[in-house]
């Protein structure tokens, strides 16, 4: 029972990372239509950031908060100085155009920092934190970090002008140019939020995965399934869907190796993780194109 | 009476293809005016040139200042507000978000709140559905929540594309009635494109009819009104 509940956690642990990504790949697809596929290589560029920040003496959370106001700037000038010129262009030239920051945020991080795999520390303290045996300081705090950024962007989008001004230029781009909003604008905030968002799950999975240029690479794989899951278009199902599939490896995982302990038969392990996970997505997907939460969206022709 | 927005030599373009060509029209401080014309003829154009929304060339003075090639925010906070052909309603959003979108910019919160009372006024029926997903509005309702978004705005100048298209004639007739009055009370210009004639030609003190892209007639709306050809074409009878 113990085990399983832990399995939970670190589940829910997981989930917490897999959800701000998927928050960041949705948010820029709302407004653009588009899968950023550099958002994982931008989140791990600024966790380097961080660790750079740190190795110069500032605090945990000092670099932290520095890393995503840096990382809110450079999501806001990758839209500005490379995205905007290719508004009109066809959809293949932004995939490249993705594809190629993917490659180049790989290559600096490797130019600047090594491949070596580093450390990199967790905020949260050692003991007192957590629930014994089931939960762990860093996963606990993982979780609680995930909820409070998640809920102040729930508050920012919800609540303030500014926050409706960015959902009615995702919405509907020109009525929202019609009453005054400069959408232009918008998406590059967009683009700056999703990055701080990103930045925040890369600072918070780094002490688990540990540091390296391609720490995120599963993750991205794991956030997009995620968005797809819960719905490609919709934040909140994107968060759930993080949520879900964290929960969903770690239980596949889980119960192939009760499995194995019973029959002793090995069918499925955790080497198995995520193949499992994509397998799941595909089946969600086939049963329910729109994601669990997503909404079936109708072209009138 | 003094030009509120005036056009000449106006020419639009959607890609290699002209859709407008030299079209020229003044729209006098507080009247309404409006845009006659078969399919085709450029109605919608105009008013999309007129807001930076297709390709333009020629000169469009509004309250003396030229404001083409401006990007389409900065003309609509000039104070031009444009109810765009379908309404343009952001279906995900409240009837509340609608509005106060076309506030963001305002800092002053009791002078929105002041606006959308005033705006309810004249569209009662949107303020019992406040906090409805506009997108579950009747097509009325959300011609009604287009004009009155346009109206938080304070525009000095409304561009309205096909307020009549697709509704009921007892609602298109409702939606008139406020038109008129929001002109009146509100000291705001109108410029109405319209594919049912004879109502905008009652409404209207102006008309300019547009045919394949150039302006083919203009005059008061009695005038227009009498003439035999737009009586044949446009009024049927």
Same mark, same amino acid.
């Given at each position: 029972?113990?085990?399983?509940?832990?399995?939970?956690?670190?589940?829910?642990?997981?989930?917490?990372?897999?959800?701000?990504?998927?928050?960041?790949?949705?948010?820029?697809?709302?407004?653009?239509?588009?899968?950023?596929?550099?958002?994982?290589?931008?989140?791990?560029?600024?966790?380097?950031?961080?660790?750079?920040?740190?190795?110069?003496?500032?605090?945990?959370?000092?670099?932290?908060?520095?890393?995503?106001?840096?990382?809110?700037?450079?999501?806001?000038?990758?839209?500005?100085?490379?995205?905007?010129?290719?508004?009109?262009?066809?959809?293949?030239?932004?995939?490249?155009?993705?594809?190629?920051?993917?490659?180049?945020?790989?290559?600096?991080?490797?130019?600047?920092?090594?491949?070596?795999?580093?450390?990199?520390?967790?905020?949260?303290?050692?003991?007192?934190?957590?629930?014994?045996?089931?939960?762990?300081?860093?996963?606990?705090?993982?979780?609680?970090?995930?909820?409070?950024?998640?809920?102040?962007?729930?508050?920012?989008?919800?609540?303030?002008?500014?926050?409706?001004?960015?959902?009615?230029?995702?919405?509907?781009?020109?009525?929202?140019?019609?009453?005054?909003?400069?959408?232009?604008?918008?998406?590059?905030?967009?683009?700056?939020?999703?990055?701080?968002?990103?930045?925040?799950?890369?600072?918070?999975?780094?002490?688990?995965?540990?540091?390296?240029?391609?720490?995120?690479?599963?993750?991205?794989?794991?956030?997009?399934?995620?968005?797809?899951?819960?719905?490609?278009?919709?934040?909140?199902?994107?968060?759930?869907?993080?949520?879900?599939?964290?929960?969903?490896?770690?239980?596949?995982?889980?119960?192939?190796?009760?499995?194995?302990?019973?029959?002793?038969?090995?069918?499925?392990?955790?080497?198995?993780?995520?193949?499992?996970?994509?397998?799941?997505?595909?089946?969600?997907?086939?049963?329910?194109?729109?994601?669990?939460?997503?909404?079936?969206?109708?072209?009138?022709? | 009476?003094?030009?509120?927005?005036?056009?000449?030599?106006?020419?639009?373009?959607?890609?290699?293809?002209?859709?407008?060509?030299?079209?020229?029209?003044?729209?006098?401080?507080?009247?309404?005016?409006?845009?006659?014309?078969?399919? *085709?003829? =450029?109605?919608? %154009? +105009? /008013?999309?040139?007129?807001? $930076?929304?297709?390709?333009?060339?020629? &000169?469009?003075?509004?309250?003396?200042?030229?404001?083409?090639?401006?990007?389409?925010?900065?003309?609509?906070?000039?104070?031009?507000?444009?109810?765009?052909? *379908?309404? =343009?309603?952001? %279906? +995900? /959003?409240?009837?509340?978000? $609608?509005?106060?979108?076309?506030?963001? &910019?305002?800092?002053?919160?009791?002078?929105?709140?002041?606006?959308?009372?005033?705006?309810?006024?004249?569209?009662?029926?949107?303020?019992?559905?406040?906090?409805?997903?506009?997108?579950?509005?009747?097509?009325?309702?959300?011609?009604?929540?287009?004009?009155?978004?346009?109206?938080?705005?304070?525009?000095?100048?409304?561009?309205?594309?096909?307020?009549?298209?697709?509704?009921?004639?007892?609602?298109?007739?409702?939606?008139?009635?406020?038109?008129?009055?929001?002109?009146?009370?509100?000291?705001?210009?109108?410029?109405?494109?319209?594919?049912?004639?004879?109502?905008?030609?009652?409404?209207?003190?102006?008309?300019?009819?547009?045919?394949?892209?150039?302006?083919?007639?203009?005059?008061?709306?009695?005038?227009?009104?009498?003439?035999?050809?737009?009586?044949?074409?446009?009024?049927?009878?």
């Amino acid at each position: 029972m113990e085990q399983f509940l832990q399995q939970i956690a670190s589940g829910l642990a997981n989930g917490a990372i897999y959800a701000c990504v998927a928050l960041a790949l949705v948010m820029i697809y709302v407004s653009t239509d588009h899968i950023n596929f550099a958002q994982g290589e931008m989140a791990m560029f600024s966790t380097y950031i961080s660790w750079q920040l740190m190795s110069w003496g500032m605090s945990f959370w000092v670099a932290f908060a520095l890393t995503v106001i840096i990382s809110f700037a450079m999501g806001v000038l990758i839209e500005r100085l490379i995205l905007r010129p290719l508004h009109n262009a066809p959809v293949l030239s932004i995939i490249v155009v993705f594809i190629g920051l993917l490659a180049i945020f790989n290559s600096m991080a490797g130019a600047f920092w090594s491949y070596l795999i580093k450390e990199f520390p967790s905020p949260f303290p050692k003991s007192d934190f957590g629930i014994a045996g089931v939960i762990g300081p860093h996963q606990l705090g993982v979780v609680l970090i995930t909820l409070i950024v998640l809920g102040l962007l729930f508050v920012f989008f919800r609540y303030t002008p500014l926050g409706l001004a960015m959902r009615a230029a995702a919405q509907n781009p020109q009525s929202a140019r019609l009453v005054g909003v400069r959408v232009d604008w918008m998406l590059a905030l967009g683009w700056g939020l999703a990055a701080s968002v990103g930045a925040v799950a890369g600072i918070m999975v780094a002490h688990i995965v540990y540091l390296e240029p391609n720490m995120m690479g599963g993750i991205l794989l794991y956030a997009f399934a995620s968005a797809l899951v819960g719905g490609i278009s919709n934040p909140a199902g994107a968060v759930a869907g993080g949520f879900i599939v964290g929960i969903l490896e770690n239980m596949v995982a889980y119960a192939g190796n009760q499995l194995e302990k019973a029959t002793g038969i090995y069918i499925i392990g955790n080497g198995e993780k995520l193949t499992v996970a994509l397998i799941i997505v595909i089946f969600v997907l086939t049963v329910k194109p729109a994601g669990l939460f997503g909404r079936v969206v109708v072209k009138r022709v | 009476m003094a030009a509120l927005l005036e056009v000449s030599g106006l020419k639009a373009f959607y890609g290699q293809t002209q859709s407008l060509y030299d079209v020229a029209f003044d729209i006098p401080m507080g009247g309404i005016t409006t845009l006659l014309g078969a399919n *085709g003829a =450029g109605k919608t %154009t +105009t /008013l999309r040139a007129i807001c $930076n929304m297709v390709r333009t060339d020629g &000169t469009i003075r509004f309250d003396g200042k030229n404001i083409r090639g401006m990007a389409t925010e900065e003309i609509v906070r000039q104070r031009i507000a444009h109810v765009p052909e *379908g309404r =343009g309603t952001f %279906t +995900t /959003l409240t009837v509340d978000e $609608n509005l106060r979108i076309a506030a963001y &910019t305002r800092k002053d919160k009791q002078a929105v709140k002041d606006e959308l009372e005033r705006v309810f006024v004249y569209f009662p029926r949107l303020k019992e559905r406040i906090q409805q997903q506009a997108g579950t509005l009747s097509g009325g309702e959300q011609q009604m929540l287009a004009i009155a978004r346009a109206l938080m705005l304070k525009p000095r100048l409304m561009l309205l594309d096909e307020p009549s298209f697709g509704l009921a004639p007892l609602i298109v007739l409702e939606i008139f009635r406020i038109l008129r009055r929001i002109n009146e009370e509100e000291k705001v210009s109108i410029l109405l494109v319209e594919q049912n004639a004879a109502l905008a030609l009652d409404l209207a003190t102006h008309a300019y009819v547009l045919e394949t892209g150039k302006v083919v007639m203009s005059g008061p709306s009695d005038v227009v009104k009498n003439d035999e050809n737009v009586r044949k074409s446009y009024l049927g009878y």
